[in-house]
């Protein structure tokens, strides 16, 4: 059943990326994580040790958004601050949970991914890509 589009291009777009959010998640599911999680789990394991402020900004999330994700993760014991005691910037890493969690989920993301292309086509999806770069580009 194809569903209505709206008049608006934030509804749109926004519909969108509720729709791939679900994708993912749904492939996700049996590792626990959400793709937010996921893909924070990711960037902290590829830029370790790295501090809340660079993770915001290499991710383009809030510090606010990023510093409540992250709290979850670190309750389920898959990042850790590494500061020392009584400084001011936290040093983040994965745990050797958090890197068995990626490592685990890691085939369900590209299972998502090998979804999108194959249903999308991997011309399209590139063409999405370049069109959501130049959206992403309006911003300051």
Not at 13 to 25: F, G, H, K, L, P
Not at 99 to 122: S, Y
């Amino acid at each position: 059943m194809k569903k209505e589009s709206s008049v608006c291009n934030c509804v749109n777009i926004r519909r969108a990326s509720q729709a791939v959010t679900e994708i993912y998640d749904g492939y996700l599911s049996e590792s626990g994580l959400k793709i937010g999680q996921f893909s924070m789990l990711r960037h902290i394991s590829y830029m370790e040790p790295v501090n809340v402020s660079r993770l915001a900004e290499k991710m383009r999330l809030d510090r606010t958004t990023l510093v409540r994700g992250l709290k979850i993760l670190e309750k389920e014991g898959y990042v850790a601050d590494t500061s020392d005691a009584g400084t001011r910037s936290r040093s983040l890493k994965l745990t050797v949970e958090g890197h068995n969690v990626l490592a685990e989920a890691e085939p369900m993301w590209q299972a998502a991914q090998k979804h999108l292309e194959e249903h999308m086509g991997k011309d399209t999806l590139k063409d999405l890509v370049s069109l959501l770069s130049k959206l992403e580009s309006l911003t300051p």
